[in-house]
């Protein structure tokens, strides 16, 4: 079983910041993939950034530059610091690992979300 505990939405004026944190847990092999995807109301769910154990990131355009993903191996968790927060960044932010159970098979786990709002 694995769980991902995410924390660090909320509201936010256009150019604030805020730091997301999704922290895992379970009887695995690896956390191989850590990462963001993202939905605004209407739309579908779209990819922000990933990173891999080893530190290889995947970003999407509308997040880099502004956008910074990082995780501790040690403690399972992966955080998205954003910075200059537009209005259209406004979406329920998904954590998503792939884990390798100890059979070495993958699979992917997605958190429940956790709403940002940039708005004056």
């Known amino acids: 079983q694995v769980q991902l505990v995410e924390s660090g939405g909320g509201l936010v004026q256009p150019g604030g910041s805020l730091r997301l944190s999704c922290a895992a847990s379970?009887?695995?092999?690896?956390?191989?993939?850590m990462g963001w995807y993202r939905q605004a109301p209407g739309k579908q769910r779209e990819l922000v950034a990933t990173?891999?154990?080893?530190?290889?990131?995947n970003w999407a355009d509308s997040a880099k530059g502004r956008f910074t993903i990082s995780r501790d191996n040690g403690k399972n968790t992966v955080y998205l610091q954003m910075n200059s927060l537009k209005p259209e960044d406004t979406a329920v932010y998904y954590c998503?690992?792939?884990?390798?159970?100890?059979?070495?098979?993958?699979?992917?786990?997605w958190g429940q979300g956790t709403q940002v709002t940039v708005s004056s």
């Open positions: 379970g009887s695995v092999y690896s956390f191989r993939l």
């Open positions: 998503y690992v792939d884990v390798v159970n100890r059979l070495r098979t993958v699979y992917g786990y």
């Open positions: 990173i891999t154990s080893g530190s290889t990131i």
